[in-house]
């Protein structure tokens, strides 16, 4: 029975390569291949040393079993063809199906395919006995070794020789594709060689084909195929679901992926253990939290043990979402089944406790549970600062204190705190406390102070913190470290800035991207654009991200400096980075064109930035203007200035006048005569230049307009006579 995979094949939905799929069909293949190639020996000659004890041997024993037993001793693989190829041209003695078998896996090993394809075709033809299991044995030998190139071609030797064998070998070598992500290509000529054997497919075929279609991001596709396996003898199963559910949510499909929850839930489809270790999680990373609670009282249900990992997953998503008692008797349970909860799990009910503000109630919570671990004590802590509660956070800072459950990080949530609300006395109080108390500051805490002398705007301070930061080869954190940077910028220190900058960047720390553009900012405008564009590489090496800002910053620093020239590498570089032009940066463009008078980048730029619905300002418009006259070049933006004409109000009318006798003296009287009838009509009278070269224009035009208006009306004058006259007659 033939199985159609009729969606696969509509012409709108594969791409035109699938055809090219023939080449490797198994009638290409028996054709192609009617006997052993000869070897080329000039290339990897056999060493005649070695052959000849071999041959001598067989010479005087040839069994198939002494052959292959010389095969398996022979390392090249010419020489194994050699001795297999001398073998048959012996009389007395006939290959058999495991002579065959281990000369082909040899030489697939060793990534002959063309000789491994051939030798199967010779095989088949000499009709050796256990041929068909020698050819089964050989596609999952060479599966099991990740060969797949050279299993497709010997299942293409199977089918198209009439062989027939179980799905069970076909999904073997499908689901090694699938897994391998092979070429889309190659699972679906495994796919239409089963269709061509006549074997229908199972639920374990069109599954691999799910998953593949769902590689190539083939939704559709993929849900079609699911919803037509049972036209195919098929039912989903677990694993059908598992490839389903998780494809949609990792491709943000979150409400398709309860869908088919649903449907799987109506079919009463029975879930194994690793679809629920599998679909719970992904369902809780998305905060579908009635999902997940569902499918864990499923798993339940099915008498299944959830693990650690289902039950960490859930905690977190209840307390996400503030379903705290949830939380707490899931917590129970997984500690009555024998489960203990690591430190993390406590943090997440802690933290939810701190977003209803509840905060005795979470100090309860880690007493009654017997928590000692500090991560949870200090998730209390930072809830009591977030919460502006300092007294509250001391206080438990205190009790954590006194039952020594408290660590740097837990000094360092309230010396933070108080820096970044600028109580920076109050922080160094509180360190002269943790220093004494035998607590050495860290990187953390001089982060912290930065921050606070950068709110109270003294950087000398905080530069000083920052170069012992530096004598301790630390680093600052990523806010401390863009704080410092803006404020010495602020305070004009940009050298400071550039060193801060220099030093985070070597140790690969990125710097937030508003922080870079002002410090690009600063070296610009001191003329320091060369040190600019040193940073970007830096910027580059540490993973930050430059914005159009820091390189419109560098293009008007070039144009400053008259280095117009090296604006369109800057722009190269910005273009590659994927960053887009704004109507600060075209200007800029557009300005230092001109100073290059390269017309054609001129009109090329500023016909773009008005296409985008971009509005240049008055400025980098005159200029352009002048430019373009001065080269009879006004005639290549005139679709840009008909629209910004007709927009808006961006052209005054000395431009207008620019405008006219330029196209007028390009030969383009229409387009002027258009542009005139918009000035009038804005009340705009044209300058005497203007109007002169407009009457003249028109006077040449006059003569022969007036004659042909008088004969026209003579003729007009005769018709009327002649007309009155008949009439009379009447």
Not at 310 to 318: A, D, K, S, T
Not at 337 to 365: M, Q
Not at 501 to 528: E, H, P, Q, W
Request: net charge negative.
């Amino acid at each position: 029975m033939a199985v159609k995979l009729s969606s696969l094949t509509l012409s709108s939905r594969i791409p035109k390569w699938v055809p090219l799929i023939a080449s490797m069909s198994s009638i290409s293949c028996a054709n192609r291949i009617q006997a052993v190639p000869e070897i080329d020996q000039t290339k990897t000659p056999p060493n005649d040393n070695e052959f000849e004890p071999k041959f001598q041997f067989l010479r005087n024993r040839l069994m198939p079993d002494d052959l292959i037993r010389v095969l398996d001793t022979t390392h090249d693989l010419n020489s194994a063809i050699k001795v297999f190829k001398w073998a048959s041209r012996q009389k007395r003695f006939r290959h058999t199906a495991d002579t065959y078998f281990r000369v082909i896996l040899k030489l697939g090993m060793g990534g002959k395919i063309e000789d491994t394809e051939a030798f199967c075709s010779e095989m088949v033809r000499e009709k050796c006995p256990g041929g068909e299991e020698t050819l089964i044995a050989l596609i999952s030998s060479f599966v099991k070794h990740r060969r797949l190139s050279e299993a497709i071609r010997v299942l293409v030797i199977m089918t198209s020789n009439g062989y027939k064998f179980s799905i069970i070998e076909f999904n073997g070598l499908l689901g090694a594709l699938v897994r391998e992500r092979r070429d889309f290509r190659e699972i679906l000529l495994v796919y239409k060689e089963i269709v061509k054997a006549g074997i229908v497919p199972n639920v374990d075929t069109l599954n691999y084909l799910i998953e593949a279609l769902f590689e190539l991001n083939w939704i559709d596709l993929a849900l079609d195929q699911y919803r037509r396996m049972s036209k195919k003898g098929c039912s989903p199963n677990s694993k059908t679901f598992d490839i389903l559910i998780s494809g949609l949510i990792a491709r943000n499909l979150v409400e398709k992926s309860v869908v088919v929850l649903g449907e799987m839930i109506e079919l009463e489809c029975e879930a194994d253990l690793s679809f629920y270790t599998s679909v719970i999680p992904l369902f809780c990373s998305v905060h579908q939290v009635e999902e997940g609670m569902m499918l864990f009282g499923r798993m339940r249900a099915s008498k299944l043990v959830p693990d650690l990992l289902i039950y960490r997953v859930l905690i977190q998503c209840l307390s996400e979402s503030l379903w705290l008692d949830d939380a707490i008797n899931l917590l129970e349970e997984m500690i009555g089944c024998g489960l203990t909860p690591e430190d993390d799990v406590f943090v997440y009910i802690v933290k939810g406790f701190c977003k209803l503000g509840k905060f005795n109630e979470a100090e309860f919570f880690l007493k009654d549970k017997c928590v000692f671990g500090t991560d949870p004590h200090n998730a209390l802590l930072e809830g009591y600062c977030t919460a502006g509660d300092f007294h509250g956070a001391k206080v438990f800072l205190e009790k954590i204190f006194d039952r020594n459950i408290i660590d740097n990080f837990s000094w360092n949530i309230l010396v933070r705190w108080l820096c970044e609300n600028a109580w920076t006395s109050k922080a160094f109080e509180l360190l002269s406390r943790m220093i004494v108390s035998s607590f050495t500051p860290d990187s953390a805490t001089y982060s912290a102070l930065v921050i606070g002398n950068c709110k109270l705007s003294k950087c000398k301070d905080g530069l000083e913190l920052f170069h012992q930061v530096c004598s301790k080869n630390w680093v600052l954190d990523s806010a401390s470290y863009a704080e410092l940077v803006e404020t010495l910028c602020q305070m004009e220190r940009i050298q400071e800035a550039a060193e801060v900058f220099c030093y985070m960047s070597s140790n690969r720390c990125a710097l937030k991207s508003s922080s870079l553009d002002m410090l690009m900012k600063g070296i610009c405008v001191t003329g320091k654009v060369d040190e600019a564009i040193r940073l970007l590489v830096l910027a580059y090496y540490s993973g930050t991200s430059c914005t159009n800002a820091s390189y419109k910053a560098i293009m008007l620093g070039l144009s400053k400096l008259g280095k117009d020239s090296d604006i369109l590498v800057v722009l190269s570089k910005m273009l590659v980075e994927g960053c887009t032009l704004d109507v600060e940066a075209y200007c800029i463009l557009v300005q230092s064109m001109c100073a290059l008078s390269r017309t054609e980048d001129i009109a090329r730029f500023f016909n773009l930035m008005v296409s985008e619905g971009l509005v240049p300002d008055s400025e980098t418009v005159a200029t352009l203007l002048s430019c373009l006259t001065k080269h009879s070049q006004l005639h290549t933006i005139l679709t840009a200035i008909g629209k910004l004409a007709s927009d808006g109000e961006i052209l005054n009318s000395s431009m207008y006048n620019l405008l006219i006798i330029g196209l007028l003296k390009e030969g383009y009287k229409s387009e002027a005569c258009r542009l005139l009838d918009l000035m009038l009509e804005k009340g705009w009278v044209p300058d005497a230049s203007t109007h002169g070269l407009l009457i003249g224009s028109v006077v040449s035009e006059v003569p022969h307009k007036e004659a042909v208006e008088y004969e026209n009306s003579c003729m007009q004058d005769k018709i009327g006579n002649i007309l009155a006259e008949g009439l009379r007659e009447t």
